[in-house]
Antibody, heavy 118, light 110 residues
Framework: QVQLQESGPGLVKPSETLSLTCAVSGYSISSGYYWGWIRQPPGKGLEWIGSIYHSGSTYYNPSLKSRVTISVDTSKNQFSLKLSSVTAADTAVYYC???????????WGQGTLVTVSS | SYELTQPPSVSVSPGQTARITCSGDALPKQYAYWYQQKPGQAPVLVIYKDSERPSGIPERFSGSSSGTTVTLTISGVQAEDEADYYCQSADSSGTYPYVVFGGGTKLTVL
């Protein structure tokens, strides 16, 4: 059974960088699929942030591209998100997920709430 | 930017049929996916490739596509189906994995 688990600070100060890691178990990241980050502001809908392919290629939401970096560590079977220059508008539950063009997002992490506040 | 449009809310009585639509200009060329999200939980995939149902998803969930609109149908709605539902597809360029989500529809079981 594939499992994903987000970890990282729950509180980030404005203008700083949000950093999250997603640990994957039950499947090797290097074997395939896209591995992505999706967020959901409180009471609002889902927004795709970006994804990394198992080969290491990255794809970012154009609206966030200038602030986002996604990387992968295959030795630890995990991937990470960095979002720079955060503001209160970046407060959200952040989900890591596995997805593909044929299956959609078939596995999600439980989500982690990140609050941007001084 | 490309958008997928869903009605904000749909209400049905138990046992009735709920239909949730999702509209987007690129949907004739791209697969659509549907997710169910209950409060405090991560979304769950209920339909992929327009009309395929993942294992473990009840048969009362079905999907269809017609032109620029895709529809999630829940037949014989149960109280446990009350949730938010989101459609998802690739963006208008059709380049995966540039995905986009609809705004979500709150299904209320009366």
């Amino acid at each position: 059974q594939v499992q994903l688990q987000e970890s990282g600070p729950g509180l980030v100060k404005p203008s700083e960088t949000l950093s999250l890691t997603c640990a994957v178990s039950g499947y090797s990241i290097s074997s395939g699929y896209y591995w992505g980050w999706i967020r959901q502001p409180p009471g609002k809908g889902l927004e795709w942030i970006g994804s990394i392919y198992h080969s290491g290629s990255t794809y970012y939401n154009p609206s966030l591209k200038s602030r986002v970096t996604i990387s992968v560590d295959t030795s630890k079977n995990q991937f990470s998100l960095k979002l720079s220059s955060v503001t209160a508008a970046d407060t959200a539950v952040y989900y890591c997920a596995r997805h593909s063009t044929g299956l959609g997002v078939d596995y999600w992490g439980q989500g982690t709430l990140v609050t941007v506040s001084s | 930017s490309y958008e997928l449009t869903q009605p904000p809310s749909v209400s049905v009585s138990p046992g009735q049929t709920a239909r949730i639509t999702c509209s987007g200009d690129a949907l004739p060329k791209q697969y659509a996916y549907w997710y169910q999200q209950k409060p405090g939980q991560a979304p769950v995939l209920v339909i992929y490739k327009d009309s395929e149902r993942p294992s473990g998803i009840p048969e009362r969930f079905s999907g269809s596509s017609s032109g620029t609109t895709v529809t999630l149908t829940i037949s014989g709605v149960q109280a446990e189906d009350e949730a938010d539902y989101y459609c998802q597809s690739a963006d208008s360029s059709g380049t995966y994995p540039y995905v986009v989500f609809g705004g979500g529809t709150k299904l209320t079981v009366l």
